[in-house]
């Protein structure tokens, strides 16, 4: 069964850190490009970042309202994703999920294809 | 940074209706576009992507169009099941950014 599980969510001062675990089952973790979004309580998705694979030089990237503060990293040997979140600050209360960039094969080549697996989400809070 | 806008932001309609829901990029994306559906308390679900290719086990009632700038997700007969938020993804590029999201509940 292909599984995201996420863990290592909690409470947190503002200012402090946390790092978040995404482990990855039923799937070649080591070939996929894996995501990190966030969804405060009664709002959207927030895309928050995204490592590539190996073959991509682990390529990074996040956004804006994150970067600076927060490094995305993985182990293929322990087909896991980390999310580490420095100065954190209230508004990064919510609930983070793992997911992983899906890639599909048509006219010759693969293409990605959005997001198909998603993890149970962690919550983590920031508050004093 | 290319946005995106969906509308509406909400939306009641009658069981068996058809239902549409727009997204719209500030930037062209090709075809890259996600739909995803998030019923009340539970992960979102990925429908669509690639602008049109219904992922597997989606029901077929659903569907999208759309490339470049404008797109179009329709459910053709609302069931009591597809209450959820809708959002939209464009996923060219970083930072792949969501749409605010369409809340559809039923009339």
């Known amino acids: 069964e292909v599984q995201l599980v996420e863990s290592g969510g909690g409470l947190v001062q503002p200012g402090g850190s946390l790092k978040l675990s995404c482990a990855a089952s039923?799937?070649?973790?080591?070939?996929?490009?894996m995501h990190w979004v966030r969804q405060a309580s009664g709002k959207g998705l927030e895309w928050v970042g995204r490592?590539?694979?190996?073959?991509?030089?682990?390529?990074?990237a996040y956004a804006a309202s994150v970067k600076g503060r927060f490094t995305i990293s993985r182990d293929d040997s322990k087909n896991t994703a980390y999310l580490q979140m420095n100065s954190l600050k209230t508004e990064d209360t919510a609930v983070y999920y793992c997911?992983?960039?899906?890639?599909?094969?048509?006219?010759?080549?693969?293409?990605?294809?959005?997001?198909?697996?998603w993890g149970q989400g962690t919550t983590v809070t920031v508050s004093s | 940074d290319i946005q995106m806008t969906q509308s509406p932001s909400s939306l009641s309609a009658s069981v068996g209706d058809r239902v549409t829901i727009t997204c719209r990029a500030s930037?062209?994306?090709?075809?890259?576009l996600a739909w995803y559906q998030q019923k009340p308390g539970k992960v979102p679900k990925l429908l669509i992507y690639a602008a049109s290719t219904l992922q597997s086990g989606v029901p077929s009632r659903f569907s999208g169009s759309g490339s470049g700038t404008d797109f179009t997700l329709t459910i053709s007969s609302l069931q009591p099941e597809d209450v959820a938020t809708y959002y939209c993804?464009?996923?060219?590029?970083?930072?792949?950014?969501f749409g605010q999201g369409t809340k559809l509940e039923i009339k």
């Open positions: 997911t992983r960039l899906a890639y599909y094969y048509g006219s010759g080549s693969y293409s990605p294809g959005g997001m198909d697996v």
């Open positions: 490592i590539r694979s190996k073959a991509n030089s682990y390529a990074t």
């Open positions: 993804q464009k996923y060219n590029s970083a930072p792949l950014t």
């Open positions: 039923g799937f070649t973790f080591s070939g996929s490009a």
């Open positions: 930037q062209g994306i090709s075809n890259y």
